[in-house]
T-cell receptor
Framework: DAMVIQNPRYQVTQFGKPVTLSCSQTLNHNVMYWYQQKSSQAPKLLFHYYDKDFNNEADTPDNFQSRRPNTSFCFLDIRSPGLGDAAMYLC????????????FGDGTRLSIL | GDSVTQMEGPVTLSEEAFLTINCTYTATGYPSLFWYVQYPGEGLQLLLKATKADDKGSNKGFEATYRKETTSFHLEKGSVQVSDSAVYFCALSEVSGAGSYQLTFGKGTKLSVIP
């Protein structure tokens, strides 16, 4: 089945130690999104790629970066994780940017020690 | 800006009870509307959608009708099951003038169904 796959499902890192989360998709969608979801809250969009065009949300901290080396893969890099960055990180895709339901992966739960 | 307001949870129902989760929105244009469901420890799954006024989205016994006059998209199910226990998010998608494309989510409503 075509799907959005996130690895790993659970990630533990140390305060200040860079960490990378990965997402792959077999849907061949143009758009890939990264969301941060803290406990009992709605997902918050960090940024998205439309093809190779990177779009950062205005309030996304500089600590968060992303790479999309090809259509299928997208990475979320957190350069110096703080305790406040502990959350579920969700990757999603859509064929186009608007008027399309987004297809979500199961998420990576990030813990900071 | 766009916003979505949904009823506060948690909601606890007995199996086979009727479910309504209210959702209202504000938007400048003509948004598409969605309900997503999130089971414990998982990502979001699209439950149903509606793209224009008076459209009814339906899936797995859940229904919601896009009401432009009341700016609402309430989720309903006639008979809930224990397996429906999850968090439900109402969301809208609209192209903004600034060229920003994103889903705007409500805060989510946690549903627990007891046998």
């Amino acid at each position: 089945d075509a799907m959005v796959i996130q690895n790993p499902r659970y990630q533990v890192t140390q305060f200040g130690k860079p960490v990378t989360l990965s997402c792959s998709q077999t849907l061949n969608h143009n758009v890939m999104y990264w969301y941060q979801q803290k406990s009992s809250q709605a997902p918050k969009l960090l940024f998205h790629y439309y093809d190779k065009d990177f779009n950062n949300e205005a309030d996304t901290p500089d600590n968060f970066q992303s790479r999309r080396p090809n259509t299928s893969f997208c990475f979320l890099d957190i350069r110096s994780p703080g305790l406040g960055d502990a959350a579920m990180y969700l990757c999603a895709t859509s064929r186009e940017r608007a008027y399309q339901p987004q297809h979500f992966g199961d998420g990576t739960r990030l813990s900071i020690l | 800006g766009d916003s979505v307001t949904q009823m506060e949870g948690p909601v606890t129902l007995s199996e086979e009870a009727f479910l309504t989760i209210n959702c209202t929105y504000t938007a400048t244009g003509y948004p598409s509307l969605f309900w997503y469901v999130q089971y414990p420890g998982e990502g979001l799954q699209l439950l149903l959608k509606a793209t224009k006024a008076d459209d009814k989205g339906s899936n797995k016994g859940f229904e919601a009708t896009y009401r432009k006059e009341t700016t609402s998209f309430h989720l309903e199910k006639g008979s809930v099951q224990v397996s429906d226990s999850a968090v439900y998010f109402c969301a809208l998608s609209e192209v903004s003038g600034a060229g920003s494309y994103q889903l705007t989510f409500g805060k989510g409503t946690k549903l627990s169904v007891i046998p």
